[in-house]
C-alpha cells in the first residue's frame, strides 16, 4: 500500500470490491483507476508494479469472481504442466480453471469463442483449444488416477453440455474422450452406449468405431472374443465407408487386428462377417 501511495494512489478497499467486478480484469482496473493518478514521471516499472499491485489485490479481497488475470495464470500452469507431459499436475490445474470459470457462464454463452472473448478478453481460439488440449490431458490421466478420472468425466460432460453450438468435429472427439475416461475408471456399459450412440449419428465418421475398438481390444490383447468383436466393428466401419478412414488409418488398424486374432488361434477371416 506504502507504495501505491508513493505514486499518489489511494488504496479505497470498499470501492476497490464494490466496482472490480464490471471491470474483469485486474489490469483494466489498474489502467482506468489508478494510472490516471500516477505521477508523469512515473517509469515502466512503477506502472507494473501498479498493474500487479490489482492483481494481488483482487486475489486477497475478492477471489470471487476471479480477474481474468486468475484465469489466466490457471489456464498457463496447466499448459506448462501439459508440455512436460505431466498430465495429472495438467489436468488438476486446468479443472481449477474450469472451476472458477464455470460460474461466470451464462446459457447464452453456448461456443468457446463468444465465452473466451467476453470472459476472458483472449481470441475465440483459444478457449476452443484448451477444451481439446484438457480433454487429451484428463484423457491419459484418468487411466492413472481413478477418482481424478471421475471428476475429469464430470467436467467433459459440464464443458459439453455448456458448448452446445460448436461443430460436431469439435464436439464428437471430446464425447469419444469422455467415454474412454468412463470405461477406464468402471464405468463401461455407460462408456459403450455413449459410443454406440456417437456411431449412430455419425456412422460416416470413424472416430467413435476406432475409440471403442481400441477400448475392447487394446494392443497387444490375448482376448479372442474382444478382438473378433472389434474386428467386426471396424470391418463395419469400412463398409460404411466412414469418410475418414485414411485420417484414422482404418486399414492399418484391420489389419492389426487380424493380426492380433491369428496370434491367439482365431479365425480372422472368420471375423469379417461377425
Same mark, same amino acid.
Given at each position: 500500500?506504502a507504495r501505491l501511495e508513493q505514486l499518489g494512489i489511494r488504496v479505497d478497499h470498499d470501492r476497490f470490491v464494490a466496482e472490480t467486478p464490471r471491470f474483469g480484469s485486474a489490469v483494466?482496473?489498474?489502467?482506468e483507476t489508478w494510472l490516471p493518478l500516477a505521477p508523469a514521471h512515473a517509469d515502466v516499472h512503477a506502472r507494473d508494479f501498479v498493474a500487479l499491485a490489482a492483481c494481488e489485490l ?8 476471479? /480477474?481474468? =488475470?486468475?484465469?489466466?495464470?490457471? &489456464?498457463? $500452469?496447466?499448459? @506448462?504442466? %501439459? +508440455? ?79 458448448? /452446445?453450438? =460448436?461443430?460436431?468435429?469439435?464436439? &464428437?472427439? $471430446?464425447?469419444? @474422450?469422455? %467415454? +474412454? ?74 489389419k492389426g487386428l487380424r493380426a492380433q486374432l491369428r496370434a491367439c488361434g482365431g479365425d480372422a477371416r472368420k471375423a469379417i462377417t461377425v
Amino acid at each position: 500500500m506504502a507504495r501505491l501511495e508513493q505514486l499518489g494512489i489511494r488504496v479505497d478497499h470498499d470501492r476497490f470490491v464494490a466496482e472490480t467486478p464490471r471491470f474483469g480484469s485486474a489490469v483494466r482496473w489498474a489502467r482506468e483507476t489508478w494510472l490516471p493518478l500516477a505521477p508523469a514521471h512515473a517509469d515502466v516499472h512503477a506502472r507494473d508494479f501498479v498493474a500487479l499491485a490489482a492483481c494481488e489485490l483482487w486475489r486477497r479481497w475478492r477471489p470471487e469472481p476471479p /480477474s481474468q =488475470e486468475s484465469l489466466h495464470e490457471l &489456464l498457463l $500452469l496447466g499448459e @506448462d504442466h %501439459a +508440455e512436460r507431459h505431466e498430465d495429472i499436475a495438467a489436468t488438476e490445474h486446468w479443472i481449477r480453471f474450469w472451476e472458477s470459470l464455470r460460474p461466470l457462464l451464462t446459457p447464452e454463452l453456448r461456443t468457446t469463442g463468444a465465452a473466451g472473448e467476453l470472459l476472458l478478453g483472449v481470441d475465440a481460439s483459444v478457449l476452443f483449444n484448451w477444451a481439446s488440449d484438457f480433454s487429451m490431458a484428463a484423457t491419459y490421466a484418468a487411466g492413472q488416477d481413478a477418482a481424478l478420472g471421475r471428476r475429469v468425466a464430470e467436467v467433459q460432460g459440464e464443458i459439453l453440455t455448456q458448448f /452446445s453450438a =460448436e461443430a460436431d468435429s469439435w464436439r &464428437l472427439p $471430446l464425447v469419444c @474422450d469422455r %467415454a +474412454e475416461v468412463l470405461y477406464v475408471t468402471g464405468e463401461r456399459t455407460e462408456a459403450e452406449r455413449i459410443l454406440l450412440e456417437q456411431i449412430e449419428a455419425h456412422p460416416t465418421s470413424a472416430g467413435a468405431y476406432v475409440r471403442l475398438a481400441e477400448l475392447w481390444a487394446p494392443y497387444e490383447s490375448k482376448d479372442r472374443e474382444a478382438i473378433t468383436r472389434s474386428l467386426a466393428l471396424l470391418d463395419q466401419a469400412a463398409a460404411r465407408p466412414v469418410k475418414d478412414a485414411a485420417d484414422w488409418d482404418l486399414a492399418l488398424r484391420i489389419k492389426g487386428l487380424r493380426a492380433q486374432l491369428r496370434a491367439c488361434g482365431g479365425d480372422a477371416r472368420k471375423a469379417i462377417t461377425v
